[in-house]
């Protein structure tokens, strides 16, 4: 069974930066994908960002240019480095991992964007 623990959330001003860290319970190496995902308060989940394991990214256009998506398979670790924050930001953050028939959830951690 794969468990993913995020954790980085908290609170900050607009403005400022966070680093959210998704530790998965095992190696990341043969999933398809890893992403992060977001959901504001009373609306639906979004994707923040993803990668591919070959490398490839996406990310929605309200983040573009301000996260940045890593992963790191010798730690079995995905990352979303956050600069430039904004309230709207503001939403529980949950890591995702990609298999061919199922997907994975960590449990979210919240992140606050003051103005």
């Known amino acids: 069974q794969v468990q993913l623990v995020e954790s980085g959330g908290g609170l900050v001003q607009a403005g400022g930066s966070l680093r959210l860290s998704c530790a998965a319970s095992?190696?990341?190496?043969?999933?398809?994908?890893m992403g992060w995902y977001r959901q504001p308060p009373g609306k639906q989940r979004e994707l923040v960002a993803a990668?591919?394991?070959?490398?490839?990214?996406n990310y929605a256009d309200s983040v573009k240019g301000r996260f940045t998506i890593s992963r790191d398979n010798a730690k079995n670790t995905v990352y979303l480095q956050m600069n430039s924050l904004k309230p709207e930001d503001t939403a529980v953050y949950y890591c995702?991992?990609?298999?061919?028939?199922?997907?994975?959830w960590g449990q979210g951690t919240q992140v606050t964007v003051s103005s």
């Open positions: 095992g190696t990341i190496f043969g999933f398809n994908a």
């Open positions: 995702n991992a990609k298999a061919p028939y199922s997907d994975y």
């Open positions: 990668k591919t394991s070959g490398g490839s990214t």
